[in-house]
């Protein structure tokens, strides 16, 4: 899988938009592109996936760049409860079942109110 | 639907002695995923199942870990003669043939 690059640490205010990037330059064209989220010591959660296109669903966007070398995670309005570490992570996905997923060391997230 | 669960939420065992720590995945999920963290550091993949059978063990230490994933029943990661440095959070996770992975809340194993 390729390896993913992201800032240690961000902060963001409470209501405004949080733009977390990820490197992904490596990326083969069959590996998607999957964003978790850690809230304090809490299991991962998923929050959403993409391959090429941009994404959104109820929780965030991901936008990757057209040389899906990049992508960022948009979290529309953030709030406190968003204060989390995120990760990025690039693996391929077959039709058989979903393999491991790698995990980095992630951007801690800190909303501030 | 309820989520992936995992008991016992807390274990605190004696050095030498052996843990259990299982796992539901959600309802109608077939693979399940386990994963360890240890105090300050990031998720490391140990092992994924399907129904009876291993399927990637790459990330399992070679001696005391074992994990199967019965017919009926459970997943069950097993830890014979814990070690103080066997403590950690223990992550299960399953997925249907799709691609994302739910997790489960962990189960936090202390030796003492």
């Known amino acids: 899988d390729a390896k993913t690059t992201q800032p240690p640490s961000m902060d963001c205010a409470e209501g405004r938009a949080a733009n977390l990037p990820c490197n992904h330059s490596?990326?083969?064209?069959?590996?998607?592109v999957y964003w978790y989220r850690q809230i304090h010591s809490q299991g991962p959660q998923y929050i959403i996936h993409?391959?090429?296109n941009n994404e959104t669903n109820e929780m965030a966007s991901l936008i990757i760049t057209e040389d899906r070398k990049s992508s960022t995670l948009i979290l529309p309005h953030a709030t406190l409860r968003d204060t989390a570490v995120y990760y990025c992570?690039?693996?391929?996905?077959?039709?058989?079942?979903?393999?491991?997923?790698?995990f980095g060391q992630g951007t801690r997230l800190t909303i501030n109110p | 639907n309820a989520g992936v669960m995992q008991n016992p939420r807390h274990l605190v065992r004696r050095r030498g002695q052996e843990a259990r720590l299982r796992c539901s995945p959600m309802?109608?999920?077939?693979?399940v995923y386990w994963y360890r963290q240890l105090p300050e550091e990031g998720l490391k993949f140990m092992v994924y199942?399907?129904?009876?059978?291993?399927?990637?063990e790459s990330g399992m230490p070679k001696e005391r870990f074992s994990a199967e994933f019965p017919k009926e029943g459970p997943s069950i990661l097993r830890i014979q003669q814990v070690v103080r440095g066997d403590s950690a959070a223990y992550f299960c996770?399953?997925?249907?043939?799709?691609?994302?992975?739910?997790f489960g809340p962990g189960t936090r194993l202390t030796v003492t």
């Open positions: 993409g391959l090429k």
């Open positions: 490596t990326i083969s064209g069959n590996e998607y």
């Open positions: 992570i690039v693996r391929v996905a077959t039709v058989q079942g979903a393999q491991k997923l790698v």
């Open positions: 199942l399907q129904k009876e059978n291993i399927i990637d």
């Open positions: 309802k109608g999920h077939s693979h």
């Open positions: 996770a399953s997925s249907t043939s799709s691609y994302e992975q739910y």
